[in-house]
């Protein structure tokens, strides 16, 4: 469960373009479920979504993760957690350029010291699970839109961790491509993953396993709805 | 420390395929990086190689060497003064010696003649015994071959080539001619019983002033000359000379600082952006250190070893060939000499600390204020 109590974010703190991009936001997500933050541009969602991913610290107000507060943790802790808890599919897929599929999904190993020929088996099988066995040794710069995304998905989960958090999956993609995402993320979900997204695709929330929805406006959570007919309840 | 190594290993593999993924950068970066440090090398080598030569030639050197003055110009010293330099307390030895310079026309070459000490090393008559850069200068074989030289009368004496020098300390030993007294004297139109100079030496190195005071005041007319004057001499010439080519070395040395500068002010956006999605992935601030310091490891250390051996040939093998004509004196720039190699630990920690250091710096500081931030603000 990730709880955030009263969190603020403020860029540019104490100047004059000082600007709120969360205020005051209380929220709790619950572990196993698929919560959407929706919300127009400029809305606060991926600030919320790196905070609870443990990238960005809040101004003021305190994130825990199944109790245990973390947003006062120092950075090689914050560390850990990223590695061990949270993978990311940003909005841009954020791959490094340059570098084939399989390298970029292999990037979160590389600090682990982790057996090199283990480490690539099992980017071999998450890629060969997306549909992208064949475009491993491929540059990034070659592969499509979806291709992309599938690779960024692959690397956010080598490291298998619980929760799976996403930013506007479906912006850059096609309806079709879109459905695919939504597929492997219904997949992710009923493994037993946590997943959090942002988005203001409405195929998003009208998707199937979307537990809860929480609607943001100018930093603040103006919503917090059930999708309608999956859950009896909130999960939170 | 098996997990720490084969993290190592993980984080140059990701270093190698980021070098890679610029290469025409990285080598562009490490052709100019072994450049400066070639410029560098090859002066300090050059600098050092030089006083190693004189170091060597002057250790069996006399302690003292004694000249006739007359109007402030040496002449030729009578054999008598042998006798009172020996009387001097203090002196175990005194000796008349007789060289001095030959300047061979045919080739624009300025040759050192003279008779040696050593009774071993006098040629038989008729015969020179050379330093290897007068056959080169002069074209000619080895060992056997003639070597006319021509007197102040005009006419052509003959020698042959007794033998030839090793290359134990080129630098004093490549414009040498070596002759039997009785040719010198003949060549040179010395009459028996005039030397070119007298050497001592003393019992007590230490005393080498005193006794050299004490002559003076007997002597005013004569000129003492120490090893340690003869030392000083040359360390000046070459602290001058090298302080020329340091001069020279220095402006690719501030090049390469601005460099190092402008890239100690601040990181890329792609490199910035780089940092970010590390560290998003999971990547510590240490890990992006370790990472970034094995690339500037294998640049600097790269651009290091090549620059070094560069300078190393440039200085040993092909004779500093572009900074000869700064490190040398007119001297001895006929007939052509090759230095011993000499180097040591001080001279490649000096070089290491002007140039990898200052670049490793660049490199690290930078990042680690990049990398300290939060993930989501270093990509933003």
């Not at chain 1, 914050?78 to 599929?101: D, P």
Request: negative net charge; hydrophobic residues 50%.
């Amino acid at each position: 469960m990730i709880t955030l109590n009263a969190v603020t974010k403020l860029y540019n703190e104490g100047r004059p373009n000082e600007f709120a991009a969360l205020q005051e936001i209380d929220l709790t997500l619950a572990r196993g479920a698929m919560s959407v933050l929706r919300g127009p541009s400029g809305s606060g969602k991926t600030t919320l979504l790196s905070i609870l991913a443990c990238m960005a610290r809040p101004t003021s107000g305190r994130v825990s993760i199944d109790g245990e507060l973390v947003s006062g943790l120092p950075e090689r802790f914050l560390t850990e957690l990223r590695r061990t808890t949270f993978g990311f599919v940003f909005q841009r897929f954020n791959l490094v350029r340059g570098l084939t599929a399989l390298e970029n999904v292999m990037l979160p190993t590389v600090p682990l010291g982790a057996d090199y020929g283990q480490t690539r088996d099992k980017a071999m099988a998450r890629l060969e699970a997306l549909g992208l066995a064949d475009k491993a040794a491929m540059p990034i710069e070659h592969l499509s839109g979806g291709e992309a995304q599938r690779t960024a998905i692959a690397r956010a989960l080598i490291n298998d961790p619980p929760i799976l958090i996403a930013d506007e999956p479906t912006a850059n993609l096609d309806t079709a491509l879109a459905e695919k995402f939504l597929a492997i993320l219904a997949e992710e979900r009923a493994a037993g993953r946590t997943v959090i997204l942002t988005s203001h695709d409405p195929r998003i929330w009208e998707a199937e396993g979307v537990d809860r929805i929480v609607t943001l406006r100018d930093g603040r959570i103006v919503e917090g709805e059930l999708a309608e007919g999956v859950l009896g309840e909130d999960v939170a | 420390m098996m997990t720490w190594a084969r993290r190592q290993r993980a984080l140059a593999d990701y270093t190698l395929a980021a070098l890679s993924r610029r290469k025409g950068k990285n080598i562009a970066l490490v052709a100019i990086f072994s450049l400066v440090v070639f410029a560098l090398s090859s002066a300090m080598f050059f600098a050092a190689a030089l006083r190693h030569e004189t170091t060597v030639v002057l250790r069996d050197a006399p302690e003292i060497v004694v000249q006739k003055l007359i109007m402030g110009r040496q002449d030729l010293i009578p054999g008598d003064v042998v006798e009172t330099i020996a009387g001097f307390r203090g002196v175990t030895s005194a000796k008349g010696r007789l060289w001095g310079y030959y300047y061979d026309r045919i080739n624009g070459a300025n040759y050192t003649v003279m008779v040696p000490d050593d009774p071993a090393l006098i040629p038989p008559v008729g015969y020179v015994a050379v330093g290897e850069g007068v056959p080169r200068a002069r074209g000619l074989a080895w060992e056997g071959a003639p070597l006319f030289l021509s007197r102040y009368e005009g006419d052509l004496k003959r020698f042959d080539v007794d033998r030839t020098f090793s290359r134990d300390s080129a630098l004093m030993t490549a414009d040498l001619v070596l002759m039997n007294p009785q040719d010198f004297r003949a060549f040179f139109d010395i009459p028996e019983g005039l030397y070119t100079d007298v050497v001592a030496t003393v019992r007590n190195q230490n005393e080498v002033a005193t006794i050299v005071t004490k002559a003076s005041n007997a002597s005013p007319q004569m000129r003492f000359v120490t090893r340690a004057d003869i030392e000083r001499t040359y360390q000046k010439l070459f602290d001058w000379r090298e302080g020329l080519l340091v001069v020279l070395a220095g402006a690719g040395l501030l090049a390469f600082a601005i460099f190092a500068a402008e890239k100690a002010s601040g990181l890329s956006a792609e490199e910035a952006r780089e940092i970010g999605i590390l560290k998003a992935v999971g990547w510590d601030t240490r890990d992006v250190i370790a990472m970034k310091m094995w690339e500037g490891g294998l640049v600097s250390l790269g651009a290091f070893l090549i620059g070094t051996v560069a300078g190393f040939a440039h200085v040993f093998l092909f004779d500093g060939v572009l900074f000869a004509p700064v490190l040398r004196g007119w001297a001895v720039i006929y007939p052509d000499f090759a230095l011993a190699p000499h180097i040591d630990g001080v001279q490649l920690m000096t070089l290491a600390l002007l140039t990898v250091v200052p670049y490793m710096a660049a490199t690290v500081v930078p990042v680690w204020r990049t990398a300290s931030g939060d993930p989501d603000a270093v990509m933003r």
